[in-house]
């Protein structure tokens, strides 16, 4: 059987010269209640985007344990019995109300799954949240569509997406390891056969060996830069294997020669995509992760600009320096790179 080890950013990044962690700074996004807002100072809770950037910048090695903790405590009590999250808004001072469903139940709940297993003690699953966990892990079983192999955007959204089944399959590597972390071997090889047997049908469902490329979802649709062209540093993020003659390195390498100036100059989309940067990070490529920390600083705190995107900021400039200290010319190497 093979095995599958999702490489964490944390081996990636360099920590304080002390040999700890970095912070990741919430400032601006997470109240004081624990809310996480999508955008500074915001006064909209989207919890897909807040929970993907809590993992994100806890796998690039920053410190995110009173963050996390704070927004657990948070969400918890609003999870629908269901096991999905809603959207939350308010107004100034007013309390926190449900203003929207969830936008991916699948994404979200595999997400959530992973924030509470990688986040729970040795000794396992707090009590307090098994019943958020069962509930999640129902719902989640629940969208798997048994003929493919893959799983639904909601129960009433039948599309399957490549983004969000890599998503699933990095949730399931992860809780596999938090099972063995808590002496739960059985389980631990359950759930990654679970993620072995996702790998093989998003290779069946999604892969394009002849033009290897990954379709971004089940349906046929107009080819963007999001999500077609985004859509394929996911498997890269998430260390999936796979079914190509090109390694990821020269994937990689294809990728930026063909997309590096319109991701880096918003040609073709005008969010930041600092998911990008850390692909560019995972390939040891600096010089386009650095180039990006410069293009995108001023964009901090814009409308094009989230809690992920901010996660990512923070992750990237951890690595790489500051930006004002930052290689002037990584941009250029970038660009003369072949």
């Known amino acids: 059987m093979r095995v599958f080890i999702?490489?964490?950013?944390?081996?990636?990044?360099?920590?304080?010269?002390?040999?700890?962690?970095?912070?990741?700074?919430?400032?601006?996004?997470q109240f004081s209640d624990g809310a996480v807002s999508l955008h500074y100072r915001g006064d909209y809770v989207e919890p897909y985007f807040a929970t993907k950037a809590l993992l994100l910048a806890e796998d690039a090695g920053l410190d995110v344990r009173e963050p996390v903790q704070k927004w657990i405590a948070w969400l918890l009590p609003r999870q629908e019995t269901n096991g999905s999250f809603g959207r939350y808004c308010r107004k100034g001072s007013q309390s926190w109300h449900l203003c929207a469903t969830a936008d991916a139940d699948d994404s979200m709940l595999a997400l959530w799954l992973q924030l509470l297993y990688t986040n729970a003690p040795d000794s396992g699953l707090p009590i307090e949240w098994q019943a958020s966990v069962k509930r999640a892990e129902k719902g989640l079983e629940g969208l798997r569509n048994s003929r493919l192999g893959v799983y639904h955007v909601s129960r009433q959204n039948h599309v399957a997406l490549?983004?969000?089944?890599?998503?699933?399959?990095?949730?399931?590597?992860?809780?596999?390891?938090?099972?063995?972390?808590?002496?739960?071997?059985?389980?631990?090889?359950?759930?990654?056969e679970k993620?072995?047997?996702?790998?093989?049908?998003?290779?069946?469902?999604?892969?394009?060996?002849?033009?290897?490329?990954?379709?971004?979802?089940?349906?046929?649709?107009?080819?963007?830069?999001?999500?077609?062209?985004?859509?394929?540093?996911?498997?890269?993020?998430?260390?999936?294997?796979?079914?190509?003659?090109?390694?990821?390195?020269?994937?990689?390498?294809?990728?930026?020669?063909?997309?590096g100036a319109e991701w880096l100059d918003k040609k073709l989309d005008p969010h930041p995509w600092g998911l990008v940067a850390m692909a560019a990070l995972k390939f040891e490529d600096t010089n386009s992760a650095s180039c990006w920390l410069s293009r995108a600083e001023p964009l901090r705190f814009s409308s094009n600009w989230n809690v992920l995107e901010e996660a990512a900021f923070q992750a990237?400039?951890?690595?790489?320096?500051?930006?004002?200290?930052?290689?002037?010319?990584?941009?250029?190497?970038?660009?003369?790179?072949?």
């Open 6 to 29: 999702l490489v964490l950013f944390s081996t990636v990044l360099a920590v304080c010269a002390s040999g700890s962690a970095p912070e990741f700074d919430p400032n601006g996004y």
């Open 316 to 338: 990237v400039q951890a690595k790489v320096g500051q930006a004002s200290k930052t290689d002037p010319a990584a941009c250029t190497k970038v660009s003369a790179a072949p």
């Open 162 to 192: 490549l983004m969000d089944n890599v998503e699933v399959y990095s949730a399931l590597v992860a809780i596999a390891r938090a099972q063995q972390r808590f002496g739960q071997v059985e389980e631990a090889r359950a759930t990654q």
């Open 195 to 259: 993620a072995e047997t996702l790998d093989s049908a998003i290779q069946r469902v999604f892969w394009n060996k002849h033009e290897e490329w990954f379709r971004p979802s089940i349906q046929k649709n107009k080819p963007e830069f999001y999500p077609d062209v985004v859509a394929q540093v996911y498997p890269w993020l998430a260390d999936m294997p796979v079914d190509s003659n090109v390694g990821n390195q020269n994937a990689w390498q294809s990728w930026k020669s063909r997309f």
